[in-house]
């Protein structure tokens, strides 16, 4: 959950097209142009259906192109689940990083990761991190699992250097800063998935009170801040 890995799929963060093309121009698209328009078409088939339930005719349909273009650029969907949660990556935490990078303390960083973590919106990005981390468990590919676990631990350490720095400004007292962060880690999943099963019921309001409350709790305000 924070900047992708290009190395752990093979694509390249630059940006290219987002919709399917007239036939008559697709010959003319570059490979690494087919195969972001292939994974922009499949990310809201997984985030709706579930990896399990989207094959390749689907993705194939939704991109517009023929099964063996798909075939061609992708090994096989997990490959291209794999790819749609590092745009889900880039478009959720980029926006989200520089925020938190501009913010005047660690405090209000941790305010707007809080904020920024559950909306309205973000419903479709948990259902895809959850996907994701599904088909890492059944994924026969060991750099799928390292990539996982490199986007975890930018995550966290996303995480930690926001209390961190309220830390050094003087705003928190806290004597563990890498538990906090697990937990911090730990208990936005938890209502991330609670958010989504709806059981039971979870708001949005209530998800963020939840998370703040942990933080005030953990990170003891100093005195006068």
Known sequence: MAPHHPEDVGMKAERSPRRAVAAADRTRQPTEVRRRLIVEAAVPLIAERGYASVGVRDVA??????VGTVTYHFGSVQEILSEAMVLQIERYYAALSEAADRATSGAEGLRLLVDALFTEDTDRHWRMWFEYWNAGEHHPDQAFARGQDRRYESWHQQIRTLAERGVTDGEFSCDDLDGF??????????????????????????ARRHLNHFVETELRRRPGT
Request: net charge positive.
């Open 61 to 66: 349909a939704a991109a517009g192109v023929s």
């Open 181 to 206: 962060t697990v937990r911090f880690a730990a208990l936005a999943d938890g209502l991330a998935l609670q958010r989504l099963r709806q059981a039971p019921p979870l708001t949005t309001q209530d």
